[in-house]
């Protein structure tokens, strides 16, 4: 148990403690202690702020969060969307996660964070994937969902929409681990193979189709980002990649029965996109009619009448670009989207060691297309929320020169 400690002490005990707070949010096991996560933003945005020495502030999120005020302050949304309180959580988030504030001590919190919660995202995939021969979902403790049903698998956390994104992000993680070490010419366990394997198969369980194509899309680009500079070993890596594919492409396609399944049933009632397209078209509705400051800061313009709605003001935005323009317009989506694309473009420091892209970006790369389909960028009860500003926290930090010697895991 002392060793434990220790090794928790010098990876980061509050980043550490940040993961402890996510997970709870997160595994299914722990939902009855998800307080504990909102407990974490308000206490540990206080001892950051009191014992680290901030040398720098992000103008953009500055910017971004002026425009979220803004938008409640002109539009005014119904007081059952909580907007104001919504904010101020959402703060307390981005003081903790992202760059709104930076410091040294801040950036290593942050990397040290991130790690600790891609770790978190590999258990709850290699869990969850063992937990489907077991017989154990936990969406069912929630959701009243026949298990044939398609989506209906969440593994060890409450919900697939969850698994699936979790797993894609696990699998990426793994995957720049990988391709790391062996650029690097360093040897990697066999292990980390079978946790890879693992992960996709519980993505592809989840059956969701945007967590799907984000996965495959973001291994595509680390493939390209790693082997730009080195043409020549391209053709070996994917040859390897193909031969295990091909291998695996039984036991995949079992795997996939939910997610061919759900497309289908989307092809029959309309087209890939049904499912998705007439939330869309609330949130074009929405910015149309507010294009400058949106209808307000996670809040929509029309009241859905269903109990959840009524009863805790819930939004399902069903894309967050969407969400982001259609709740505070231009003033808002303008500054997202160049936060978005700076941490996705800017190189991390070499100080680190790094390759052409930094862990963060690979997971910035993935959200960045998952968030078409889904829509949590404010909400911040929401732990893929967590982990997308902690991207964006992380990818920043590893950004920065005077960060030299930091434990990783």
């Known amino acids: 148990m002392q060793t434990i400690f220790k090794y928790i002490s010098q990876h980061g005990a509050w980043a550490f403690l940040f993961m402890a707070a996510i ?18 933003l308000l206490v540990l945005p206080l001892n950051i702020s009191a014992l680290r020495k901030i040398t ?40 903790t996660a992202s760059p709104l504030v930076s410091s040294k001590q801040l950036d290593i919190f942050r990397i040290q964070a991130f790690e600790w919660c891609m770790n978190l995202c590999v258990f709850v995939g290699v869990a969850s994937f063992f937990c489907y021969f077991l017989g154990i979902n936990y969406m069912r403790t929630i959701i009243n969902v026949n298990d044939s049903f398609s989506g209906s698998f969440g593994g060890i956390t409450p919900q697939s929409m969850l698994l699936g994104p979790v ?38 369980l989840s059956s969701s189709r945007g967590a799907f194509l984000a996965t495959v899309m973001t291994a ?20 390897v990649l193909l031969l295990c594919f091909t291998a695996a492409s039984p036991l995949i396609g079992n795997f996939a029965d ?5 497309q289908q049933a989307n092809m029959e009632k309309g087209g890939t996109l049904s499912s998705r397209q007439s939330l869309w078209n609330e949130r074009i509705k ?11 800061f996670s809040s929509q313009k029309e009241i859905r009448i269903d109990i959840r709605t009524l009863n805790t003001g819930a939004v399902e935005p069903g894309t967050s670009y969407g969400a982001v323009f259609s709740m505070t317009g231009l003033l808002g989506g ?13 190189k991390p420091s070499t100080a680190f060691g790094m390759h052409v892209i930094s862990p963060a970006q690979v997971c910035l790369v993935f959200f960045g297309m998952h968030m078409m389909v889904e829509g949590y960028v404010f909400a ?16 920043s930090a590893w950004q920065n020169k005077n960060i030299t010697n930091i434990a990783c895991l």
């Not at 979220?68 to 302050?73: G, L, M, V």
């Not at 681990?177 to 519980?202: A, E, H, V």
């Not at 911040?380 to 990818?395: D, E, F, K, Y």
């Open 258 to 262: 939910g997610l061919q399944n759900k």
């Open 334 to 346: 303008i500054p997202f989207l160049m936060i978005l694309a700076s941490q996705i473009l800017k």
């Open 380 to 395: 911040a009860g929401s732990p893929l929320c967590a982990l997308l500003w902690l991207s964006i926290g992380a990818a």
């Open 23 to 40: 997970s709870t949010s997160l595994l299914g096991p722990l939902n009855q202690f998800s307080f504990l996560y909102t407990a974490a």
């Open 286 to 296: 929405e910015f149309k009619s507010s294009p400058i400051y949106g209808v307000g």
């Open 167 to 204: 797993a894609g992000i696990a699998a990426n993680w793994l995957l720049y681990k990988i391709l790391k070490r062996y650029f690097s010419q360093t040897t990697f366990s066999p292990l980390i193979l079978l946790m890879l394997g693992t992960c996709l198969c519980s993505m592809l």
């Open 56 to 95: 720098n502030i992000n103008f953009l999120i500055i910017f971004l969060l002026a425009a979220c005020s803004a938008s409640i302050i002109l539009a005014d949304p119904a007081a059952i969307f909580k907007p104001w309180q919504r904010l101020v959580y959402f703060i307390l988030l981005l003081l």
């Open 220 to 239: 595509l680009y680390v493939l390209f980002m790693f082997t730009k500079d080195h043409i020549r070993k391209a053709p070996k890596i994917i040859f």
